[in-house]
């Protein structure tokens, strides 16, 4: 079932929050995982977090309320798929 994978990419996001350095390669799953899943399409545009994580601004340049407040969202979304 596809919630497995969908569970998996917001796995890596939250990962690659804590630890600072998004890699291409965790980058490239999560992005060809949006391209075939709408559910997480929304969820990530609400979130605003790929482009945040993988796009033009490095996490470490993130302020630490936002990246709480990201981390609460993935959390929250990471329950509610369980
Ligand atoms: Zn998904």
């Known amino acids: 079932m596809a919630a497995t994978a969908c569970k998996q990419v917001l796995r890596d996001l939250y990962r690659i929050l804590e630890e600072g350095h998004p890699t ?24 605003d977090a790929l482009a945040l994580i993988c796009g033009r601004i490095p996490p470490p340049e993130l302020s630490e309320s936002r990246k709480r407040s990201l981390k609460k969202r993935l959390r929250a979304s990471l329950a509610v798929s369980r």
């Not at 999560?30 to 990530?44: G, K, V």
């Open 24 to 47: 291409d390669v965790r980058c490239r799953q999560i992005r060809s995982h949006l391209d075939t899943c709408s559910a997480c399409a929304n969820r990530f545009r609400e979130l």
